[in-house]
C-alpha cells in the first residue's frame, strides 16, 4: 500500500507576505487533520518535497521541523517521515484550526459592529 498523496493542493499559491514555511505548515497541517493525507503514510523527502515545489531544500527542512515540533509528523532514521498515528494530537491539532477560524469570525463581526452569531445568521440566509 505505497499511496501517494500531494502535501499540498496542486493549486498552492505562495503568499510573499508570510515565510514560505509557515505557508507549507498550515496547508499540511489542514491536510492532516482533514484526512486528505491519512495517519501514517509515508511523506516524501525534504528533497523531494523541494523539487516538487520549487524551493530550497531549507524551506522544505524548516517545514518538516515545525510540523514534527506540533507531533503531527514523525521521523524515523533509514526509513522517511510519516504522518503520525496518533488520533489525539490529530484531533488536538483540528480543535486549534477551529479554535482560530472562531476567533477570526468574532474578530471580523466585531469590526462590522455584530455578533459571530449574526454573521452566521446572515450567510444563512444568503444561502436560502
Known amino acids: 500500500m505505497d499511496q501517494t498523496f500531494d502535501l499540498l493542493p496542486q493549486q498552492f499559491q505562495i503568499n510573499p507576505s508570510l515565510p514560505i514555511y509557515e505557508q507549507f505548515v498550515a496547508a499540511i497541517r489542514v491536510r492532516v487533520v482533514s484526512g486528505i493525507i491519512p495517519p501514517g503514510v509515508r511523506l516524501p523527502s525534504v528533497r523531494e518535497l523541494a523539487s ?14 515545525e510540523l514534527e515540533r506540533m507531533g503531527l509528523i514523525v ?54
Open 52 to 65: 516538487a515545489r520549487g524551493v530550497n531544500p531549507t524551506t522544505a527542512a524548516r517545514t518538516y521541523q
Open 75 to 128: 521521523t524515523y532514521r533509514g526509513q522517511g517521515t510519516f504522518v503520525t498515528q496518533e488520533e489525539d494530537i490529530i484531533m488536538e491539532a483540528r480543535k486549534e484550526i477551529i479554535r482560530d477560524a472562531v476567533s477570526q469570525l468574532q474578530e471580523v463581526a466585531r469590526s462590522l459592529g455584530l455578533t459571530a452569531e449574526q454573521m452566521l445568521q446572515l450567510a444563512e440566509e444568503e444561502q436560502g
